[in-house]
């Protein structure tokens, strides 16, 4: 189903979202206290992100507020630089997110995005459909789950995304999904649209590896991970990047 992306605007802000999914999307969608009064909030997680699984119209989804990490979060928090609508980080997820379904490549669904202005900074939230009963890879490590078939899934994955052009800008363990009969890539905050190339692609790849590193994935020593899991991983990838 094509999307129909429509822009809706008031006194804080703009939403942006998708008519096809549902006619009309308000702000209180974005408000985890409006769920959280009707009995539809099921989760909230902490986090960067700060994520809420919410019970919608249009069915289960996950709010995602946007927040900063890494040392400027102490300085700016949720709170990002104003240069204009369309380079919103929510609307260029969620523009991202639209092109990705239209080539057919299995990342979340979007639904909205919004941005609320505060001078010269604007918050902003992002509301996709939930991938139902999935894991993460990171957890899949963690249950000794992650064996050379998935492994090779993993690579298939990544080479088909970097086969159109699509740079995630935080490829890392906790942004694949892994579900029955199929796996995700999630969480595109950043993300772009890219020339397929050598550099750009291995580095995606270099920074998931040192995410399973730091995750523990040589517990059984390096040598086993390199046989069991990488080389499977890469051999997979090249395989499906090959045109």
């Known amino acids: 189903m094509m999307m129909q992306e429509r822009t809706h605007k008031d006194a804080e802000g703009a939403i942006l979202f998708d008519a096809e999914a549902s006619p009309q999307v308000g702000r209180d969608w ?23 699984i919410v019970a ?5 989804c996950v709010l995602r507020h946007y927040r900063r990490g890494g040392l400027v979060a102490a300085l ?7 240069t204009g609508a369309d380079r919103t980080r929510p609307f260029a997820e969620f523009r991202l997110l639209a092109e ?5 490549l299995p990342g979340p669904a979007v639904v909205a995005a919004r941005y609320r202005r505060h ?3 604007y918050t902003a939230d992002l509301i996709t459909r939930r991938i139902a009963d999935a894991q993460t890879l990171a957890e899949c490590l963690a249950a000794g789950r992650l064996d050379g078939e998935l492994a ?7 080479a088909r995304f970097h086969r159109d052009g699509v740079w995630h ?20 905050d950043r993300g772009r649209m890219r020339i397929p190339a050598t550099a750009w692609q291995q580095a995606n790849l270099q920074r998931l590896r040192r995410s ?16 069991n899991v990488w080389q499977p991983l890469l051999h997979r990838y090249g395989r499906t990047l090959a045109p």
Do not use: C, S
């Not at 090779?152 to 990544?158: D, P, S, Y």
């Open 30 to 52: 974005f408000a985890p206290d409006y769920w959280r009064e009707r009995g539809a909030l099921r989760t909230q997680a902490g986090g960067r992100g700060g994520v809420a």
């Open 56 to 60: 919608t119209p249009v069915g289960e």
């Open 76 to 82: 700016m928090g949720d709170r990002y630089l104003w």
């Open 100 to 104: 990705i379904a239209r080539l057919e």
């Open 119 to 121: 001078g010269p900074y």
């Open 152 to 158: 090779e899934e993993v690579g298939a994955l990544v």
């Open 169 to 188: 800008a935080d490829l890392n363990a906790h942004n694949v999904l892994v579900a029955p009969g199929a796996l995700y890539l999630i969480d595109f």
């Open 212 to 227: 399973l590193l730091k995750l523990g994935a040589t517990a059984d020593g390096e040598a086993a991970f390199e046989k």
